[in-house]
């Protein structure tokens, strides 16, 4: 089995799913919104171009509230303001990296400065 994705100071948890025919079909990790502004529109926006990237299914949960990581609106309603924590969860083929360039877009404030 490969190893989780690479561990940050953000990141509060990884868990590797089911491992079928050697690929790893679920991975899921925690991530602490750091930027000042939070999920707002630009932030969600480079998520959204993120997650677009892979052809696995990835959706955040906030407060048990989830949605489709592919969808800017989707991504917006969670309202993931600036100390709060998602959930990041990728089903397929590439979900490891898909979870691996999520978390280090949200660790790295979205390429903000504060």
């Known amino acids: 089995m490969p190893p989780p994705p690479a ?43 993120v997650a ?17 990581a592919k969808s800017v609106m989707g991504v917006l309603l969670l309202c993931g303001a600036k100390g709060t924590y998602v959930v990041v969860r990728a089903d397929g083929n590439d979900a490891e990296d898909a979870l691996r360039e999520i978390g280090e ?6 390429g903000e400065d504060r």
């Not at 948890?13 to 939070?38: C, P, R």
């Not at 677009?52 to 489709?68: H, I, P, R, T």
């Open 105 to 110: 877009l949200i660790n790295n404030k979205f």
């Open 7 to 49: 561990k940050s100071s953000c990141r509060i948890g990884t868990s590797i799913g089911e491992e079928i025919d050697g690929v790893v079909s679920t991975v899921t990790g925690k991530f602490k919104i750091v930027n000042e502004l939070g999920l707002h529109a630009r932030a969600a926006t480079k998520l959204v171009r």
């Open 52 to 68: 677009d990237k892979y052809k696995s299914e990835v959706q955040l949960e906030k407060d048990g509230q989830v949605a489709n």
